[in-house]
C-alpha cells in the first residue's frame, strides 16, 4: 500500500502572499485534503484531481500546472484563531459569491460542518453548500 503525507505545502501567488496552505494525505487509493486540522474532502485520488468538490479542494487543485489559479483571500488559517461555523469561511471564494441575502451565509458563518472520517469510502465533502446541492451521502464501500 502506498502510504504518503504532504503537510504545510505552501503555493505562492504573483504577489508573493500565500495563495493556498496544503495539508494533502494520501493513504492507499484515498486523498484526505486538510483545512485548519479538519478533513474538508476525501476521495480517490481521481476524484479529488478531477472533480474537487470542496472550495477548498478545487482553490488547491487550480493551482496545479494547467490549472486557472484561485487566489484566496483573507489571512492565512491560523490554529490560535479557529473560525466559527465551517472553519474556511472566512476566505471561501463560494460562500463570497453568494447573493445578498441568501440565507445559507448564515450556515456557513455559525454552523459547523461534519466531521469527515479520515478513511471514509465514497466520496464526502465537509460544506454546508455540497451538502444541499448534492442531496447526497455515500454508502459504505460505494466510489
Ligand atoms: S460550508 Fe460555506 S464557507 Fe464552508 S466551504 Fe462550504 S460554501 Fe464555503
Known amino acids: 500500500m502506498l502510504d504518503v503525507l504532504i503537510t504545510g505545502g505552501e503555493v505562492h501567488d504573483g504577489a508573493g502572499s500565500p495563495a493556498v496552505q496544503a495539508d494533502v494525505g494520501i493513504a ?13 474532502e476525501v476521495g480517490t485520488p481521481g476524484q479529488i484531481l478531477l472533480r474537487p468538490r470542496h472550495p477548498y479542494t478545487q482553490a488547491l487543485i ?14 492565512p488559517p491560523d490554529p490560535t484563531a479557529i473560525p466559527p461555523g465551517c472553519r474556511f469561511h472566512p476566505r471561501c471564494p463560494r460562500l463570497a459569491a453568494l447573493p445578498a441575502g441568501d440565507t445559507r451565509a448564515d450556515l456557513c458563518r455559525a454552523a459547523p460542518v461534519e466531521v469527515l472520517p479520515a ?3 465514497g466520496s464526502l465533502a465537509a460544506c454546508h453548500l455540497v451538502a444541499s446541492a448534492e442531496h447526497h451521502h455515500s454508502p459504505q ?3
Do not use: F, H, N
Request: hydrophobic share 40%; aromatic share 4%; proline share 3%.
Open 28 to 40: 492507499g487509493d484515498r486523498v484526505a485534503v486538510m483545512y485548519l486540522g479538519r478533513i474538508v
Open 119 to 121: 478513511r471514509a469510502s
Open 62 to 75: 487550480s493551482v496545479l500546472p494547467g490549472g486557472q489559479g484561485t487566489a484566496l483571500g483573507g489571512e
Open 141 to 143: 464501500g460505494a466510489r
